[in-house]
């Protein structure tokens, strides 16, 4: 009977724990990352009257006969459910979404305990604390390399109240834009500018740049003209050129009693003919009458050669005029006349024009000098042949003084001043050229024939063509220096030229402001250099790949700045399609000082800086810890836990790393207690309890009636 007694009283302390346990949840309803437990209840051990016995012959066998002595809490279990989130107007609160605990030191980093609960805060010093006043653990920012390093040990975060950063001079400018790879183009210049103020050092010479090349030079097939119209030159390509319309036929004059005319004309447009005049009839009796016959004769076939013919009165020589401009006369073009010796006129050879074609290999490029027929495939070699020719018309090696530029506005500019030795009225006439297998390349005649003009020696006209350009795009950015300060730099990039099967040249030009320099190289404010593309518009290459620089402000010099373009055979940053140049990306690494005036934390738990200089940067990060068996971990009160030898040891890494939560700022998680759950359970607690009860009073009862029976 007793036992039954002492059964009830053990009911009776089990619900009682169960009871404690359960109003300890309804207690942390509201406890920032309170995980709600469970009392875990077990009977207690058996009296066993009669054992079990197996079956024996004809008998079966039977079960023990055991007496329970009542229930006892075996073990609590703490329930690590995720709790809600609940969002708060404070940036340093954060909360755990899986797994995984804060890490706190209450003996700056000796000891380590771990919390759900997110209330963290900066002290006075700008310890990171909770509401304990224990450390946050994890890793700071390394004032040396700039980085949080999350796999160095965990240590103490802190960060001093007026934290600033230093200068950090810039190291690396990032480009990415595409140039233009089109025969349609938006974007040019003039394909040569003369420096401001600085006229080149002799008229006829274009200004060098830093390595010593014309400026003006670059595959004329890739420049444009003034709408933007590529003249994509093919080779042999080119024009007729003729400072010199009209020369006499030999160097002798007509003679009185001159046999008949028999001279030969050389038409020379790519394919020589030839044209035999001849007269019929009695010779004169004087010089002037002969001359009169023979100017009559070449003049009936001027619709065929374009040549027309005079009798000068003073020389008695026959004057032959070619005006390079006969739209009847196709190959009126170079005029090579022969005359017969019977005829009285000398045995010569004169010519009025001659081919400049383009070269796109640029071997021989430029060659031909005076007298001859000229090849180019740069601007300045063009520009050079027409001056060559120009001022040595008749290859008697004395010079007129005429002078050939290329002015700053990209145009061929021809003046003739006079003062040389055999100055001359001029007579430019340029006309297209074509050939068989070469079509004329109407853009590029279009641009030279406006410098179709008469120059008469000493005057002050001046003869223009139209304007040559080059595809051109810039970028610029302001980068940093060891004292802050900032310097733009601008990159500058022309198109220079086109192979078939390698793809495309730019020139690139970075330049800096003076007084700050770049090198150590004349000019000092500036670099020059090219980017190439591959024919599928990828980067193959580039150069200067980085500069020194030294802004001569006292602030560190030979500065370091590398130029990140992209990676070669890939788009990842310059490329050349055809499509419009434009920048899409400019960046670069360095900043000028600044005050810390706020913080934020992202998801992996980095406490990231902002500055008044507009940067931000990670400056520490919030650690966390994995344990085996969380259950295992001991509570001691302000919502800390301790390892025990149950737990297992700490996994420690960042958040939202190897089944590690994910952590959210500007929250906290909420307990995990379900009031309607804990409500209930109380209802079962206390039928339990009274149940237990019963049994106690029952069992008194009968104890009564018992004790009754002596009576």
Do not use: C
């Not at 003739?416 to 001029?426: F, K, M, Q, S, T």
């Not at 390349?441 to 406006?450: I, P």
């Not at 919502?639 to 952590?663: K, W």
């Not at 149940?691 to 009754?708: F, Y």
């Amino acid at each position: 009977m007793l036992k039954s007694l002492y059964a009830g009283v053990s009911g009776l302390q089990s619900h009682q724990i169960a009871m404690d346990v359960e109003s300890n949840n309804i207690a942390n309803v509201n406890t920032t990352g309170f995980k709600y437990s469970r009392a875990n209840f077990s009977d207690l051990l058996a009296q066993t009257r009669s054992i079990a016995t197996a079956p024996q012959g004809d008998l079966g066998g039977k079960n023990a006969v055991q007496v329970g002595l009542g229930s006892t809490v075996s073990s609590m279990t703490t329930i690590f459910s995720q709790g809600s989130i609940q969002n708060s107007d404070k940036n340093t609160d954060v909360a755990i979404q899986g797994d995984g605990f804060f890490i706190v030191s209450p003996d700056n980093g000796s000891n380590y305990k771990y919390t759900r609960a997110g209330d963290f805060k900066f002290d006075a010093e700008g310890n990171f604390v909770d509401n304990n006043g224990f450390i946050v653990q994890g890793w700071v920012r390394d004032a040396v390399t700039g980085k949080v390093d999350s796999t160095a040990p965990i240590e103490s975060i802190q960060i001093p109240p007026g934290l600033t950063t230093p200068a950090s001079p810039t190291s690396d400018v990032v480009l990415k834009a595409n140039l233009n790879a089109g025969i349609l183009v938006e974007s040019f210049s003039p394909a040569y500018t003369v420096p401001s103020g600085l006229p080149p050092a002799a008229p006829t010479e274009p200004a060098l740049d830093s390595a010593g090349n014309p400026i003006a030079s670059g595959d004329l097939g890739v420049l444009f003209n003034d709408t933007g119209e590529g003249f994509a030159l093919q080779s042999g390509q080119g024009i007729w050129a003729s400072f010199l319309t009209s020369a006499q036929s030999g160097a002798g004059a007509v003679l009185a009693g001159a046999g008949e005319l028999d001279i030969t004309f050389t038409l020379d447009d790519g394919v020589t003919t030839q044209q035999v005049i001849t007269t019929g009839g009695l010779p004169g009796n004087t010089a002037a009458e002969n001359g009169a016959r023979y100017v009559s004769a070449i003049n009936a076939q001027t619709p065929t050669t374009g040549i027309s013919a005079t009798y000068n009165t003073v020389s008695g020589a026959i004057d032959l005029v070619n005006t390079n401009s006969s739209s009847s006369a196709s190959h009126n073009i170079r005029l090579t006349a022969i005359g017969n010796v019977n005829s009285g006129l000398g045995v010569a050879t004169t010519t009025t024009a001659y081919r400049y074609q383009y070269n796109p290999t640029g071997a021989n490029g430029g060659a031909g000098g005076n007298g001859n027929d000229k090849t180019f495939r740069s601007i300045s070699d063009l520009r050079n042949q027409l001056e060559i020719q120009g001022n040595d018309h008749d290859g008697d090696a004395a010079l007129s003084g005429l002078t050939v530029i290329i002015n700053s506005q990209g145009k061929i500019e021809i003046s003739n001043p006079g003062g040389g030795a055999d100055e001359y009225d001029v007579n430019l006439a340029i006309t297209g050229f074509s050939a068989v297998g070469i079509t004329e390349n109407t853009r590029f005649t279009r641009n030279l024939e406006a410098l179709n003009a008469v120059l008469p020696s000493g005057s002050t006209g001046k003869a223009f063509s139209q304007s040559f350009n080059a595809a051109t795009h810039s970028s610029s950015i302001d980068i940093f220096d060891s004292l802050g300060s900032k310097h733009t730099v601008r990159m500058e990039f022309r198109k220079t030229s086109v192979n078939a099967s390698t793809g495309s040249t730019w020139s690139m030009k970075i330049s800096v402001p003076l007084p700050a320099t770049i090198d150590n190289t004349s000019p000092f404010e500036e670099k020059t250099g090219s980017i190439r593309f591959n024919s599928d518009g990828s980067l193959a290459t580039f150069n200067p790949p980085n500069v020194s620089f030294t802004a001569n402000n006292g602030s560190s010099p030979d500065q370091q700045v590398s130029f990140s373009f992209g990676t070669s055979n890939l788009f990842d940053g310059m490329t050349s399609f055809d499509s419009r140049s434009s920048t899409s990306g400019i960046s670069q690494d360095g900043f000028t000082g600044g005050d810390l005036v706020g913080i934020r934390i992202d998801q992996s738990g980095t406490i990231v800086g902002s500055f008044s200089n507009g940067r931000s940067f990670g400056l520490a990060q919030v650690g966390m810890a994995k344990f085996t068996n969380n259950e295992g971990l001991s509570t001691e009160g302000g919502s800390v836990y301790i390892q025990t030898a149950n737990s297992g040891d700490p996994i420690i890494g960042s958040a939202a790393t190897s089944g590690r939560g994910f952590i959210q700022s500007s929250a906290l998680e909420a307990s995990n207690v379900d009031l309607s759950r804990s409500l209930t359970q109380l209802i079962i607690i206390q039928r339990g309890y009274q149940a237990n009860g019963k049994t106690i009073t029952t069992s008194d009862t009968l104890l009564e009636t018992l004790i009754g029976l002596k009576r």
